[in-house]
């Protein structure tokens, strides 16, 4: 059974933070790793991740994958306000891709 | 309206009834998912389906139906609803196996059984 872990489960920081968040997986068939930021409604995408070390960037998010070690860490530098969501980590499996997610993680941060 | 759309947003049906939640989007994307988000267990798959006519099993099928006789729509049917099937419920779709832009989902329905 195809396993996607995520820690921590919630986190409250300061605004102007950075906060890192893990994602660790156990899966068959790996073909990528996903982020997505989740706030009130559907889930959004942020990264893409296939390759081991090669570092994604928008902004101020940023994520990198180890497929040695099969984890992902998504950092947020210069936290926001608007930052506040829950932080969803999905591998893609199989010739359909189909995702398996992690429960995310709550992030809120407070003035 | 361009995009993938979920309709209702928000169901109340009482147990054993037939309910369909409707998928529908306008990229023609091949692949498109059928997900419930429940406190506990964040995004399990129910059913997914890579093209017109060819639909598969995900995590947790029993007591769901789908079909896809066009791209552009994929319903998911409660043939008997319980009360462990409250949840929302969200469409995905892809256009490609490993498309950069990852699934985009839905905006969800929310899904009461009584």
């Known amino acids: 059974e195809d396993k996607v872990v995520q820690s921590p489960l919630s986190l409250v920081v300061h605004e102007g933070d950075t906060v890192t968040l893990n994602c660790s997986y156990e899966v068959t068939n790996f073909r990528s790793l996903l982020w997505y930021k989740q706030e009130k409604k559907a889930p959004t995408f942020l990264f893409m991740l296939?390759?081991?070390?090669i570092e994604k960037k928008s902004g101020r998010l940023s994520s990198i994958l180890d497929k040695k070690e099969l984890f992902s860490i998504l950092n947020i530098t210069a936290t926001q306000t608007g930052d506040s969501a829950i932080y969803l980590c999905a591998v893609a499996t199989g010739t359909a891709s189909k995702l398996t997610f992690g429960t995310g993680t709550r992030l809120q941060v407070t003035l | 309206d361009a995009g993938i759309t979920q309709s209702p947003r928000y169901k109340i049906t009482e147990t054993g009834r037939q309910v369909t939640l409707m998928c529908h989007q306008t990229?023609?994307?091949?692949?498109m998912f059928w997900y419930r988000q429940d406190l506990g267990h964040g995004l399990r798959l129910i059913y997914y389906s890579a093209a017109a006519d060819i639909t598969d099993k995900g995590e947790v099928p029993d007591g769901y139906v789908v079909s896809r006789s066009k791209t552009e729509n994929f319903p998911l049917t409660l043939e008997s609803a319980t009360r462990s099937q409250t949840s929302v419920y969200f469409c995905a779709s892809s256009g490609a196996r490993d498309s950069p832009y990852g699934y985009t989902f839905g905006s969800g329905t929310r899904l009461t059984v009584v």
């Open positions: 296939t390759s081991s070390g």
């Open positions: 990229w023609s994307h091949s692949y």
